[in-house]
């Protein structure tokens, strides 16, 4: 139901989905769900997958337990699997004709504002280009996600910054359910959550995967986050054959419900958090501009202060000196200097290479 309106998805598959109890690679299951990914880019969807398996491909080539592995050792085994995880999805993916490609992120990359930016804008690149980007934590060096075992919270942060309409995750366990299903039969499938309270929050259990790392904890705090990024969340049993068909076909999963848009979420956290690290002063016609909704342009741009890069927070200043916006730069203070008071057509010539006309776009700002 919800996927069908979703313009962009982000994917998240577990370890125990690629890899069984006996250690063995489930190639059956991942041909199939690249036959789904395969039919989601048919339909002009525009998909991320977020995978984890990078440690647990890495322990099957050494042929050792991942259990109570050492943090240090982890990492070295972590850097042995990536190529073998990337091998993997290369080989099968090629069969049903989807292009894929891979990011190597950790949770610090999403959180600060100028490396998400950057993601934001090679996840753009790559859809345009007609690639898949797979994501994948860089457990050689992110030693906190190791140790709490948390691409959860990291598919919900990509979900955030690439603009997703809706984030899936795919695990052994089928949605969030008033009981453990695998100790109680009568335990009944929650289908959709508006509101995480202390109820939602005490049923939430821990998963039994060995090769996984996470549980329904890391799932609830994932779903906090898209609730507040205006994205919806679903759990769904990934162990099926074509998951996503089945999602599509009957919906038989948990979704998380968005509280805001996410027009209104991108705002909230453009103004959040950083302090601005310029200003730029503008006339009275682009500030007129700017309550009718529109960006600014470099033609009404009348001073820059401060130094500044590309994707950093900076105010917007009337001609009396008082704050009338705050959003994130297309441009560096440097370049800014050489723009204003010049018109869209001419940045190129000035700047050296070809650029947005907007100094900042509209759905990077906020009036204040």
């Known amino acids: 139901m919800y996927l069908k309106n979703s313009k962009i998805i982000v994917i998240k598959i577990g370890s125990s989905l690629l890899i069984d109890f006996n250690k063995k690679i489930r190639k059956k299951w991942l041909s199939e769900f690249a036959t789904d990914i395969r039919n989601l880019t048919k339909k002009d969807k525009k998909i991320i997958i977020v995978s984890s398996g990078a440690i647990a491909m890495g322990c099957k080539k050494l042929n050792i337990n991942k259990k109570n592995l050492k943090i240090d050792k982890s990492q070295a085994i972590a850097s042995i699997g990536q190529i073998e995880l990337m091998n993997l999805f290369s080989e099968t993916f090629v069969k049903s004709n989807v292009n894929i490609s891979q990011i190597l992120l950790t949770l610090e990359d999403t959180e600060q504002r100028r490396r998400a930016l950057n993601a934001k804008?090679?996840?753009?690149?790559?859809?345009?280009?007609?690639?898949?980007?797979?994501?994948?934590?860089?457990?050689?060096?992110?030693?906190?996600?190791?140790?709490?075992?948390?691409?959860?919270?990291?598919?919900?942060?990509?979900?955030?910054?690439?603009?997703?309409?809706?984030?899936?995750?795919?695990?052994?366990v089928g949605g969030l359910y008033t009981k453990n299903p695998k100790i109680f039969k009568n335990a009944k499938l929650l289908k959709e959550i508006k509101n995480i309270d202390k109820n939602i929050e005490k049923i939430a259990t821990k998963s039994i995967s060995e090769h996984g790392t996470g549980g329904m904890r890391t799932k609830i705090d994932a779903a906090?986050?898209?609730?507040?990024?205006?994205?919806?969340?679903?759990?769904?049993?990934?162990?099926?054959?074509?998951?996503?068909?089945?999602?599509?076909?009957?919906?038989?999963?948990?979704?998380?419900?968005?509280?805001?848009?996410?027009?209104?979420?991108?705002?909230?956290?453009?103004?959040?958090?950083?302090?601005?690290?310029?200003?730029?002063?503008?006339?009275?016609?682009?500030?007129?501009?700017?309550?009718?909704?529109?960006?600014?342009?470099?033609?009404?741009?009348?001073?820059?202060?401060?130094?500044?890069?590309?994707?950093?927070?900076?105010?917007?200043?009337?001609?009396?000196?008082?704050?009338?916006?705050?959003?994130?730069?297309?441009?560096?203070?440097?370049?800014?200097?050489?723009?204003?008071?010049?018109?869209?057509?001419?940045?190129?010539k000035l700047i050296g290479y070809v650029a947005k006309s907007e100094v900042i776009h509209k759905d990077d700002m906020v009036e204040v």
């Open 121 to 172: 804008r090679t996840f753009d690149n790559l859809f345009r280009l007609g690639f898949v980007p797979i994501v994948n934590e860089n457990d050689s060096i992110a030693t906190s996600e190791i140790k709490y075992g948390d691409n959860d919270r990291l598919a919900s942060r990509v979900a955030q910054i690439s603009g997703a309409d809706s984030l899936i995750l795919l695990s052994d």
């Open 224 to 348: 906090k986050i898209c609730q507040l990024s205006g994205c919806r969340m679903a759990i769904a049993n990934g162990l099926l054959m074509r998951p996503i068909k089945k999602i599509i076909e009957k919906n038989n999963c948990t979704w998380f419900l968005p509280k805001i848009s996410k027009l209104a979420a991108r705002k909230k956290w453009i103004i959040s958090s950083i302090s601005p690290k310029g200003e730029l002063t503008i006339d009275d016609g682009a500030k007129q501009a700017l309550s009718n909704g529109k960006s600014l342009l470099a033609a009404g741009i009348k001073k820059v202060s401060g130094k500044f890069k590309k994707g950093d927070h900076i105010k917007v200043l009337d001609k009396q000196n008082s704050e009338c916006a705050r959003g994130l730069s297309s441009f560096s203070s440097e370049e800014i200097q050489k723009i204003m008071g010049h018109h869209s057509k001419e940045i190129e």
